[in-house]
């Protein structure tokens, strides 16, 4: 039901029905005021010329007159003679009065014992004493119209001698004029039926143009541009229809070129390297990249409509940083994993009028330059502090020679050989400083060769147990065993010899010097997952859990007393980890206090199958 209530309203909210209505009320209306005119004229028209057709002719009033005047004793006969003569047949009565009101004779015979009396009728009696003739239509059982002309003699028109009644019968007049009412009504009816059929289809070809364009309109807003208006003709609305077709096409064009610098834009966004947030002039947050989401370590609708200053953790005003375009560093998720140091830069977002609608923050992570910077500065001061302290020595141990010590022959030996020590340990220092800033500027070549991984950390162990044998026949000297698990599966690697050699030689060594006495060292060698992973364990102190992700810094000792006096530089992993990165590998450490340590080496390794042949040359 409420279906049928909304398509009914709908019908008549429609520009169509509204058309076709008021088409079909001026239709009728102009019928009706027409037919109303029409109806009226006729009607005067009809009331006329029954009047003309009832009037006596002069000839009988004439005669009627002439018998009043003489009124003799055959008056009334004669009186009554001319009017029963006188044929007309829509008179119904005629009676003739004298001056005296008496009525002397009538055309019915029925009525003939009226003769002789008086009559009884104030309009007959009106006009024989005003002299005025008289016409009126009564409704006496039917509609009459009836006429009284007075009666005179002479060549006076005031001696008046009597009044001829007459009434006669208008059923015949009204019966035309309904007749003619109810023909002009269904010819009204006729037209009016014919007139809405043409309003409605006057309004459609009216209104379908613009209920396809409405469409359109509506396609459009829903993205459809596809469809056109058709053009029925050449006049205003196919003119329109022509320009809404335009309309669309440029609208179309214009959203594709949106779309275009929109997609653009978002791809610029999304690809930058530096986070961008834009906010509105109340300084909340409106839009914000994938970078910047992953600097703050948070999601879109997490911060989406908050004030910057707030995700930014700063203490002032989101407005007065927008306001004031400063370059600020903040730092977020401080004291965690993933504290980051990031620099914000602010600029303002201004319509062509000066409105300032908005800001643009860029956030650009300085946390390795910071980094850099820190260890820049780190580096110079432990490069100082490295170098200073066997300087010292040095120089006080020249200072006492300068002063004679030179000439004692069981002092100056010994001063001899500790600065003999101390120089060499500045020119390794010196020398690793060289490799790393080698390797640093990528001026360092590797000389890749195919070796058998397990051959030469064996053949590097093999001399390592040379140094073991030499060292039992020394009794001040620790004593280690070296344990092997390479296997006896051929790992072939691309590696620059000398270098890895120089990487196990560094980690074998901090394994001896940091091993107790009697201590295993053991080197394992295994294949996993398209790498080959080489491990050197030891039995020492072991490496606390918090210097764990240090141990490969420049000049980072985790017992710097200890470690300076066992001779130490203090880069030897640090060049290790460079080496081994140079090689596409990885190098780390796993260590508890206490139970000794374990470093692992990752290298890519690629299995040779059978097929693979070598040509001996």
Same mark, same amino acid.
């Given at each position: 039901?409420?279906?049928?209530?909304?398509?009914?309203?709908?019908?008549?909210?429609?520009?169509?029905?509204?058309?076709?209505?008021?088409?079909?009320?001026?239709?009728?209306?102009?019928?009706?005021?027409?037919?109303?005119?029409?109806?009226?004229?006729?009607?005067?028209?009809?009331?006329?010329?029954?009047?003309?057709?009832?009037?006596?002719?002069?000839?009988?009033?004439?005669?009627?007159?002439?018998?009043?005047?003489?009124?003799?004793?055959?008056?009334?006969?004669?009186?009554?003679?001319?009017? !029963?003569?006188?044929?007309?047949?829509?008179?119904?009565?005629?009676?003739?009065?004298?001056?005296?009101?008496?009525?002397?004779?009538?055309?019915?015979?029925?009525?003939?014992?009226?003769?002789?009396?008086?009559?009884?009728?104030?309009?007959?009696?009106?006009?024989?004493?005003?002299?005025?003739?008289?016409?009126?239509?009564?409704?006496?059982?039917?509609?009459?119209? =009836?006429?009284?002309?007075?009666?005179?003699?002479?060549?006076?028109?005031?001696?008046?001698?009597?009044?001829?009644?007459?009434?006669?019968?208008?059923?015949?007049?009204?019966?035309?004029?309904?007749?003619?009412?109810?023909?002009?009504?269904?010819?009204?009816?006729?037209?009016?039926?014919?007139?809405?059929?043409?309003?409605?289809? =006057?309004?459609?070809?009216?209104?379908?143009?613009?209920?396809?364009?409405?469409?359109?309109?509506?396609? =459009?807003?829903?993205?459809?541009?596809?469809?056109?208006?058709?053009?029925?003709?050449?006049?205003?609305?196919?003119?329109?229809?022509?320009?809404?077709?335009?309309?669309?096409?440029?609208?179309?064009?214009?959203?594709?070129?949106?779309? #275009?610098?929109?997609?653009?834009?978002?791809?610029?966004?999304?690809?930058?390297?530096?986070?961008?947030?834009?906010?509105?002039?109340?300084?909340?947050?409106?839009?914000?990249?994938?970078?910047?989401?992953?600097?703050?370590?948070?999601?879109?609708?997490?911060?989406? !409509?908050?004030?910057?200053?707030?995700?930014?953790?700063?203490?002032?005003?989101?407005?007065?940083?927008?306001?004031?375009?400063?370059?600020?560093?903040?730092?977020?998720?401080?004291?965690?994993?993933?504290?980051?140091?990031?620099?914000?830069?602010?600029?303002?977002?201004?319509?062509?009028?000066?409105?300032?609608?908005?800001?643009?923050?860029?956030?650009?992570?300085?946390?390795?330059?910071?980094?850099?910077? !820190?260890?820049?500065?780190?580096?110079?001061?432990?490069?100082?502090?490295?170098?200073?302290?066997?300087?010292?020595?040095?120089?006080?141990?020249?200072?006492?020679?300068?002063?004679?010590?030179?000439?004692?022959?069981?002092?100056?030996?010994?001063?001899?050989?500790?600065?003999?020590?101390?120089?060499?340990?500045?020119?390794?220092?010196? !020398?690793?400083?060289?490799?790393?800033?080698?390797?640093?500027?990528?001026?360092?070549?590797?000389?890749?060769?195919?070796?058998?991984?397990?051959?030469?950390?064996?053949?590097?162990?093999?001399?390592?147990?040379?140094?073991?044998?030499?060292?039992?026949?020394? #009794?001040?000297?620790?004593?280690?065993?070296?344990?092997?698990?390479?296997?006896?599966?051929?790992?072939?690697?691309?590696?620059?010899?000398?270098?890895?050699?120089?990487?196990?030689?560094?980690?074998?060594?901090?394994?001896?010097?940091?091993?107790?006495?009697?201590?295993?060292?053991?080197?394992?060698?295994?294949?996993?997952?398209?790498?080959?992973?080489?491990?050197?364990?030891?039995?020492?102190?072991?490496?606390?859990?918090?210097?764990?992700?240090?141990?490969?810094?420049?000049?980072?000792?985790?017992?710097?007393?200890?470690?300076?006096?066992?001779?130490?530089?203090?880069?030897?992993?640090?060049?290790?980890?460079?080496?081994?990165?140079?090689?596409?590998?990885?190098?780390?450490?796993?260590?508890?206090?206490?139970?000794? #340590?374990?470093?692992?080496?990752?290298?890519?390794?690629?299995?040779?199958?059978?097929?693979?042949?070598?040509?001996?040359?």
């Amino acid at each position: 039901m409420k279906e049928i209530v909304n398509k009914i309203k709908k019908t008549f909210n429609s520009i169509n029905t509204k058309l076709a209505v008021v088409f079909m009320l001026m239709l009728l209306a102009t019928i009706e005021v027409i037919g109303a005119y029409f109806t009226r004229q006729l009607e005067q028209s009809s009331i006329e010329n029954f009047q003309s057709s009832i009037q006596l002719q002069n000839v009988v009033t004439s005669q009627l007159a002439n018998q009043l005047t003489k009124d003799n004793k055959g008056t009334n006969d004669k009186l009554s003679r001319i009017i !029963n003569d006188y044929s007309n047949d829509s008179i119904s009565e005629i009676i003739v009065v004298d001056n005296k009101d008496i009525i002397r004779a009538v055309s019915s015979f029925n009525d003939r014992s009226r003769i002789g009396q008086r009559v009884n009728n104030n309009n007959v009696k009106q006009v024989t004493s005003t002299g005025r003739p008289l016409t009126k239509i009564i409704d006496d059982n039917g509609n009459y119209m =009836i006429q009284i002309t007075p009666l005179t003699s002479g060549t006076g028109a005031t001696n008046i001698i009597g009044a001829v009644y007459v009434k006669a019968s208008m059923q015949n007049v009204f019966q035309t004029l309904r007749n003619t009412s109810m023909m002009f009504l269904v010819t009204s009816l006729i037209a009016a039926i014919l007139g809405a059929i043409l309003s409605l289809v =006057i309004s459609r070809a009216i209104t379908r143009p613009i209920e396809e364009m409405q469409d359109q309109a509506l396609n =459009i807003a829903d993205g459809d541009y596809s469809s056109q208006v058709k053009i029925y003709s050449n006049d205003e609305l196919g003119q329109l229809g022509k320009a809404f077709n335009t309309l669309s096409v440029r609208i179309e064009r214009s959203q594709e070129e949106s779309d #275009s610098e929109r997609r653009r834009l978002d791809s610029v966004l999304s690809h930058m390297s530096d986070g961008v947030i834009a906010t509105d002039r109340h300084g909340n947050i409106t839009i914000v990249n994938q970078m910047a989401l992953n600097f703050l370590n948070t999601t879109e609708k997490a911060i989406v !409509n908050k004030p910057i200053s707030e995700v930014l953790g700063l203490n002032e005003s989101s407005q007065e940083i927008i306001s004031n375009q400063k370059e600020i560093v903040v730092t977020v998720n401080q004291g965690t994993r993933d504290e980051m140091i990031l620099h914000a830069s602010f600029s303002l977002i201004k319509r062509v009028t000066g409105f300032v609608s908005g800001s643009v923050c860029v956030l650009h992570d300085v946390t390795e330059q910071q980094k850099n910077e !820190n260890m820049q500065r780190q580096f110079v001061s432990n490069v100082s502090h490295e170098l200073r302290t066997p300087l010292t020595s040095l120089s006080a141990y020249i200072d006492t020679l300068n002063q004679g010590a030179w000439k004692d022959p069981e002092i100056a030996p010994k001063f001899l050989k500790v600065t003999q020590e101390e120089t060499d340990r500045m020119i390794r220092m010196i !020398n690793d400083l060289l490799s790393l800033s080698r390797m640093d500027r990528g001026t360092s070549k590797m000389e890749l060769e195919l070796v058998n991984l397990n051959d030469f950390v064996a053949h590097i162990l093999n001399r390592f147990d040379m140094i073991v044998k030499n060292d039992k026949n020394k #009794s001040d000297k620790k004593k280690y065993t070296i344990k092997r698990e390479l296997g006896k599966q051929a790992i072939w690697v691309e590696i620059d010899t000398d270098k890895m050699m120089q990487v196990i030689d560094n980690i074998m060594n901090n394994a001896i010097k940091y091993s107790p006495d009697g201590g295993v060292i053991t080197v394992r060698l295994n294949e996993s997952q398209g790498r080959v992973i080489l491990s050197i364990s030891d039995q020492g102190l072991g490496i606390p859990r918090k210097d764990l992700g240090k141990i490969f810094d420049r000049f980072y000792r985790v017992d710097k007393a200890r470690s300076r006096a066992q001779g130490g530089t203090g880069l030897g992993l640090a060049i290790a980890k460079e080496i081994i990165e140079a090689h596409h590998g990885r190098i780390w450490a796993d260590s508890s206090e206490g139970r000794g #340590s374990t470093f692992y080496i990752s290298l890519p390794y690629e299995p040779m199958s059978e097929e693979d042949d070598w040509d001996e040359v």
